[in-house]
């Protein structure tokens, strides 16, 4: 078997990180914990102790909450008119809920590129 046929392609190596699996094998052990990566995968064995994220996956998460929640927030304030104060709660809680939803699946997208980068080096 060559190498090139047991290698997955950045896709599906990012495919498996936006739903937390190993991206060697695919099993769901990328996390171990809500935001702690496993440090090798517990079905193929893939060493995940170099893949750490660091601070790059919350900002990336803010970005993409600007990207999708900000639009849908100020048409909602914009015609709201006098009742404008009132859509600050629910826009908070739809801010805080994405980010609860995004992070893990940014961190586990980061870490799955980096361990891919980090195998063809």
């Known amino acids: 078997m060559s190498a090139e046929a047991g290698r997955a392609s950045v896709l599906l190596t990012f495919w498996r990180g936006v739903r937390l699996r ?6 769901r052990t990328l996390f171990r914990a809500y935001l702690k990566l496993n440090e090798t995968c517990p079905a193929c064995g893939a060493d995940f102790s170099r893949s750490e994220t660091a601070d790059v996956a919350p900002y990336v998460t803010v970005m993409l909450i600007g990207l999708i929640g900000m639009p849908p927030i100020l048409a909602l304030a914009m015609h ?5 104060e009132l859509m ?4 908070l809680l739809f801010a ?5 939803v995004l992070l893990p699946r940014v961190k586990g997208v980061l870490a799955a590129l980096l361990w891919r980068a980090r195998r063809e080096m």
């Open 80 to 84: 709201a008119g006098e009742y404008a």
């Open 22 to 27: 190993c991206p060697a094998c695919g099993a």
């Open 96 to 100: 805080l809920v994405l980010a609860l």
């Open 88 to 91: 600050l709660a629910p826009a």
